[in-house]
């Protein structure tokens, strides 16, 4: 291995496209690398810290780039069963294989995954073939590139100093240091392997170290077989597109942040619904809105014990917040933290400049009365696995039931999370109908009997509501708020939670109606027309992935199989070479926006394909039966 300094190995700032991301995760914090080897995302701690890395949003707030030097093509692919990155480069000279991840301490296989991390993010790079020459560039700049680190040689590798952080890279050569980058040229042969190795943390801890060659390596291999004893042990399901859906509960797995039980709805901040739009968004929180999504995608594709995490982190975090007056919050951080009030970063100019770049989520306080629903929904889908709910537990989910009963007449700003004026939205008022339900089917395990009667009626009243006055003639579809006529594909949601059959005509002909008339010309799903100007924003956005997987769920529940794979396979068309979803979809040019990667698009795509799967089996039994009756 021999190594040089040169000035002009720096890489070329360019933008990544959202699709050429591959998602790294130790379940505290996460990376994110693109196809020629540079790491352009990094948040260490946590999910929601500043970045140590953030090149996606601006070409100066740092990146860690390993390339080829010349000419080359990538292929890359996770580690079976893992979220362990190896690229493999082909230059006319050689092949480079580049093995990317957050290290996973020993012993965190199986329940354990993650429990005990180092903040290491290792980078092992190997020759197989030929001979090749590695350019490398390191440019640290934690709080969203603000820092520029001061950079020195320590022996075996370099430290950064700058704010709260203490960074040690470890590398076995040296390189150039010049104003806060390191950079230089690496040459390798057939059969040559090293470590590089970005250890992070703060002035109260314990300082960063450099790390041994063979520490590092035993430590990509004890990370490898701890994510494979996880997926072993947790991954059963074996239905259609069994690929996608496993790698999915892999997502979901990394998204979760294992100390509290939290579910982060996407691993970045302000990655745009549209180039240029204003509509960017931090995405780094945990929602309560996801939670009974998030139960079924993590009881088919992962582990019922994550669900049983996340559903106990919200009910923790959500209790102290509820109110007869302030009703419940609707967002948390990992840690359960309350306040995530939203601030822009000027000094970014985000990705494709997309302007502005927010921190926080102004959404926090936001009035969503559907939230009842989904709380009450996850806990019936754990209440059969769970012998007895704690009186704290109990006396919360009573609480959201009962504002839901008296709330539901409010308007409010809805599953989208509009900026504009509240309304009376139809997937608020059929949620809180949900909120009931499920809490008549609770009632005993909740010590509530006396409610029953109460809570039906309410449920009734909610029912008649929405069926006499969601329904439009002239859209010939429930639609999105009371007495509107636009379309919103939320109420696909009516025949998902079971708030009418999905064979109903009415629910039909919804269906009907957001397939024709809410899609773009690929046939994928919007949330609803923008030019309704329901949302208070300007501009427009890319069709939605997590609604065209709803529309294949639905679909799959009027035992409509074939019409449902083809709208799912609409959707799965657009992960990435990886298995890896955003949030959106271009409608000019067919390219991924939005926060990425997206658990609601990768719960959407696990719910789906259980539908259906739930469907075919159906479809087999009903076949069965009538050849033996026929017989």
Request: hydrophobic share 40%.
């Amino acid at each position: 291995m021999r190594c040089r300094g040169s000035a002009d190995v720096q890489p070329k700032m360019t933008v990544t496209a959202i699709a050429e991301l591959a998602f790294l995760s130790d379940r505290h914090s996460t990376a994110l690398v693109d196809s020629s080897g540079s790491v352009v995302w990094l948040s260490f701690p946590r999910f929601d810290s500043p970045s140590v890395f953030a090149r996606l949003l601006g070409p100066d707030a740092g990146h860690w780039s390993i390339t080829p030097n010349g000419e080359w093509t990538s292929v890359r692919r996770y580690v079976d069963r893992t979220l362990v990155l190896e690229t493999t480069f082909t230059s006319p000279t050689g092949v480079l294989v580049l093995t990317d991840l957050l290290a996973l301490a020993p012993d965190n296989g199986g329940h354990r995954l993650g429990r005990n991390v180092p903040h290491l993010l290792i980078r092992r790079v190997a020759c197989t073939s030929g001979s090749v020459q590695v350019n490398i560039s390191f440019a640290p700049r934690p709080e969203y590139g603000l820092v520029v680190p001061l950079l020195a040689r320590v022996e075996g590798g370099i430290t950064g100093r700058g704010g709260a952080e203490w960074l040690v890279l470890t590398m076995p050569f040296r390189l150039d240091l010049d104003g806060g980058v390191a950079h230089g040229q690496v040459s390798l042969d057939a059969g040559q392997t090293f470590h590089l190795a970005l250890h992070r943390s703060t002035l109260e801890q314990t300082p960063a170290r450099v790390w041994p060659e063979s520490e590092l390596a035993a430590t990509v291999e004890a990370t490898v077989a701890d994510w494979q004893s996880w997926s072993e042990i947790h991954q059963a399901y074996d239905g259609p597109w069994r690929d996608l859906v496993q790698m999915s509960g892999r997502v979901l797995q990394g998204l979760s942040f294992q100390p509290s039980g939290a579910i982060v709805a996407a691993a970045t901040t302000s990655l745009p619904e549209a180039v240029g739009g204003e509509r960017n968004w931090d995405y780094r929180y945990a929602w309560v809105r996801d939670a009974s999504f998030t139960m079924q995608a993590l009881w088919v594709a992962a582990c019922p014990d994550e669900a049983s995490d996340f559903f106990e982190f919200m009910a923790t975090a959500a209790a102290s917040s509820i109110g007869p007056d302030t009703g419940l919050q609707i967002m948390f951080g990992v840690g359960g933290e309350h306040d995530l009030s939203e601030r822009e970063l000027s000094h970014l100019p985000g990705w494709k400049n997309s302007r502005p770049v927010r921190v926080g989520n102004g959404a926090w306080n936001q009035r969503q009365i559907d939230v009842y629903g989904e709380l009450l929904g996850a806990a019936v889908q754990l209440s059969e696995h769970i012998d007895a709910i704690d009186e704290d537990t109990r006396n919360f989910l009573i609480a959201c039931t009962e504002i839901a009963a008296t709330s539901w007449t409010q308007k409010d700003h809805g599953i989208w999370e509009v900026r504009g004026d509240p309304q009376h939205f139809v997937y608020s008022k059929v949620m809180c109908w949900v909120a009931l339900d499920r809490a008549v089917t609770l009632a005993e395990q909740l010590h509530a009997s006396d409610r029953i009667d109460r809570w039906k009626q309410q449920r009734e009243n909610i029912r008649n509501t929405v069926i006499r006055d969601a329904w439009s003639e002239e859209a010939g579809a429930f639609t999105q708020y009371l007495g509107s006529s636009a379309l919103d594909a939320s109420n696909l949601m009516m025949a998902i939670v079971g708030f009418l059959p999905a064979d109903d005509p009415r629910m039909l002909a919804t269906i009907d109606a957001i397939e024709q008339r809410l899609t773009d010309d690929r046939g994928l799903v919007y949330r609803y027309r923008t030019d309704d100007g329901v949302d208070g924003l300007a501009g427009g956005e890319g069709s939605f992935l997590l609604c065209t997987f709803w529309l294949a769920q639905a679909l799959a529940l009027t035992d409509q199989v074939d019409r449902a794979r083809t709208v799912f396979e609409r959707g799965a068309a657009f992960a990435n070479d990886l298995g890896l979803l955003a949030e959106e979809v271009d409608t000019d040019n067919g390219q991924l926006l939005g926060n990425f990667p997206q658990a609601l698009s990768h719960i959407g795509l696990v719910n789906a394909a259980w539908a259906i799967s739930e469907a075919e089996r159906r479809g087999r039994i009903d076949l069965s039966a009538s050849i033996t009756t026929a017989t």
